[in-house]
């Protein structure tokens, strides 16, 4: 089993500029809303951040305080639950580069040759035409550097890829920390490979709305590259000096 630790993230951009807006540390975070309102595009998304839940599976009744029960599986098979602003949660967006969208190799001196699965490679595609590569350990410390300075919180991590019709039940209606709905997404969506940065404690100011936050230049990319070549071909990470015995 090849052991490799994914280190890498893959952010694509349909404007160069912007690429090159963010290795100046410009972070920029859409509003969670703006996706679930896209029209004929890939990235459209109408249940993220919701819960929505079976209503086959969880038997949901409303009383009121005339004592009149409503039954929802009367009126629908699902409802969707979300919280007040969760169309406005800043949200970033990035492809995860690990074994689930790379076919990897190893040489014996432990150094990696990854290529992307045709398959991942297609619908990433449709994303844009220009990226960059970040450097996981370096984009966190930027990020928790600043979270401190601005009382800041963020959470992150890799999508979750679930059944979303049954995933959730009504408990998440009442959950303490409802931004961890944003962390699933249904089956369909895998291919995507989403790694995720979610602002929790300050919000846009509109669903179409998003902010931009300094975060320092970023040193491990220096370049913006054309998405489609790097797609199609190959890259080495070659082990470190000091990682050799």
């Not at 992150?156 to 699933?184: E, L, Q, W």
Request: with cysteine.
């Amino acid at each position: 089993m090849i052991d490799y630790n994914p280190k890498l993230l893959l952010k694509i951009f349909t404007e160069k500029d912007h690429a090159e807006s963010l290795l100046k540390g410009n972070l920029y975070m859409r509003a969670s809303g703006y996706f679930n309102a896209l029209e004929n595009d890939p990235r459209k998304d109408d249940k993220d951040g919701k819960c929505p839940i079976d209503l086959k599976e969880h038997n949901l009744k409303f009383v009121s305080d005339s004592g009149v029960t409503l039954d929802f599986a009367e009126i629908s098979d699902s409802i969707s639950i979300g919280f007040p602003g969760d169309d406005k949660v800043p949200i970033f967006c990035a492809v995860m580069l690990d074994q689930n969208a790379l076919d990897i190799t190893e040489d014996v001196q432990g150094n990696y040759t990854l290529r992307f699965k045709k398959e991942y490679a297609k619908e990433i595609l449709k994303f844009g035409q220009y990226a960059i590569l970040l450097n996981v350990d370096e984009f966190i410390e930027k990020i928790s550097a600043v979270g401190s300075q601005r009382d800041l919180i963020f959470n992150y991590g890799c999508i979750k890829y679930v059944d979303i019709s049954t995933y959730f039940n009504p408990m998440c209606a009442t959950n303490d920390t409802p931004h961890h709905r944003y962390f699933f997404k249904d089956n369909s969506y895998k291919r995507e490979n989403e790694w995720r940065l979610v602002l929790t404690n300050k919000s846009c100011e509109s669903y179409s709305d998003a902010i931009t936050i300094d975060i320092g230049t970023l040193s491990f990319s220096q370049d913006v590259f054309e998405l489609e070549s790097f797609l199609r071909g190959k890259f080495q990470l070659h082990k470190r000096l000091e990682d050799t015995p």
